[in-house]
Structures are given as structure tokens and as C-alpha cells.
């Protein structure tokens, strides 16, 4: 299974852009980037996904490389609620779509 | 919409008790997920459905089972409970539109102590 490499942690202040790093070089044609984020005590948070292009959302922005084989998430201005774990995952496209394989995240701490 | 809906919110069970967690969702989501994570760790796969009647293991299936008989629905068994299986389990679902998959939705989690 393609696996993701990050950072153990990260920190930010408060207003600053972030910028996450996730290294994938086994990722497959199909293979789907997908971001969450788990606060304390609560379940995984849907950030944001792509395949190919970059994306941007309401939450953040997902910039892939051209190879695929590294993507970053942009949170373009931290605030303390964005203190969380991140993960990047690789999600299996087609028929096997269901099979999110999460490593061990970034922990983002956002100082005020 | 209410997402994804996660029963009990805690449970304590004997070692060799079974029992049923159960996950619902209503938004016709064709994939769901069950989901354990260990205190420090990420989130391990234990079974998968991509639609109604279709099911298959993830990472860690041994001493669970799952069924989906409806699209709502994606229930996980302990079949006889063990302190190993202490955890918090988190189910998820997701769907695709015209061969496009969008992001998984995951409940708040059940947190299971077997003593």
C-alpha cells in the first residue's frame, strides 16, 4: 500500500500562512491525496482532496506537484482553532475507494 | 442532515463479552468505514463497504466482524471483547459522483474500555 511521509510537528503564529509538506513517492495513478485534521478528543475533519490540480477550498488549499509524488496544504491564515493533527492520506481510487490508510500526522501548534 | 451517527458514545465491556457498535448515516453515502485508533496513534483500518452487501477487510480485521445490509447502515461486531481491543473507534462515509471520490465524513467516535 502507498504510503505518506510528514513532519512529526510544526508550529505557526497566529494570521501566518502554513504550509504542510507530504511526501508520497509510491502514490499509484488513481491514488486520490486527501487531508484531515483531528482535533482533541474528536474524530478526523475532512480539510480537503484532490488528484491532479491544485484545489482550493473554504478551508484551505492543496498544491500537488506535477510528478504527484509531494503535495502541501496551505492554511493561508492560522488561527489557534487550526491547532490540531494533520494527515495526509492517500486514498485508493476506483472499486477499492474506502480504504483510508492514515500514518502519523503532523501536529500543528499555533502560538497567539 | 445529522452526518454520521455513532452508538454508544462510551462503553465498558468484560473480556469475552460481545457486542455491536453501531454507525448510521443519511446522507446515501455508498462508502463506509470502521476505524480504531490507539492512544498516540493514527487511525487504523479494520473493515470497509463500498456499497450495500459488500464489505472487506482493512489493516487490522482480526476479532470483528461487519455487515451491510442497507446503504444507511454499516454495523461492527465484537465477537468476544479483549483488553487488545480497548480503543476509540471511529466510523466514516464517503461517496463519488460520475467516477469522482469526494471526502469521507467520520462520526465522533465510540470509546471502548474491555476490562
Known amino acids: ?55 482550493n477550498n473554504r478551508m484551505a ?8 509524488k509531494s503535495s502541501t ?8 482553532r487550526d491547532a490540531a493533527v494533520y494527515y495526509c492520506i492517500l486514498a485508493y481510487g476506483g472499486t477499492s475507494y474506502g480504504k483510508l490508510t492514515f500514518g502519523q500526522g503532523t501536529i500543528l501548534t499555533v502560538h497567539p | ?25 443519511d446522507m446515501n453515502h455508498e462508502y463506509m468505514s470502521w476505524y480504531r485508533q490507539d492512544p498516540g496513534m493514527g487511525l487504523r483500518l479494520i473493515h470497509y463497504s463500498v456499497g450495500a452487501g459488500i464489505t ?23 465477537l468476544s471483547a479483549a483488553p487488545s481491543q480497548t480503543s476509540v473507534y471511529f466510523c466514516a462515509s464517503s461517496y463519488s459522483v460520475l467516477g469522482n471520490n469526494y471526502g469521507y465524513t467520520f462520526g465522533s467516535g465510540t470509546r471502548l474500555t474491555v476490562v
Not at chain 1, 488549499?61 to 504527484?68: F, K, Q, V, Y
Not at chain 2, 462503553?11 to 457498535?21: A, D, F, P, R
Request: proline share 7%; hydrophobic share 30%.
Open chain 1, 61 to 68: 488549499s492543496l498544491a500537488i506537484a506535477e510528478d504527484r
Open chain 2, 56 to 78: 472487506d477487510q482493512g489493516e487490522v480485521p482480526n476479532g470483528y466482524n461487519v455487515s451491510r445490509s442497507t446503504t444507511e447502515d454499516f454495523p461492527l461486531r465484537l
Open chain 2, 1 to 25: 442532515n445529522a452526518g454520521v451517527t455513532q452508538t454508544p458514545k462510551f462503553q465498558v465491556l468484560k473480556t469475552g463479552q460481545s457486542m455491536t457498535l453501531q454507525c448510521a448515516q
Open chain 1, 73 to 80: 496544504l496551505i492554511l493561508h491564515r492560522a488561527t489557534l
Open chain 1, 1 to 55: 500500500d502507498a504510503k505518506t511521509t510528514q513532519p512529526n510537528s510544526m508550529e505557526s503564529n497566529e494570521e501566518e500562512p502554513v504550509h504542510l509538506p507530504c511526501n508520497h513517492s509510491t502514490i499509484s495513478g488513481t491514488d486520490y491525496i486527501h487531508w484531515y485534521r483531528q482535533l482533541p478528543s474528536q474524530g478526523p475533519e475532512y480539510v480537503i482532496h484532490g488528484l491532479t490540480s491544485n484545489v
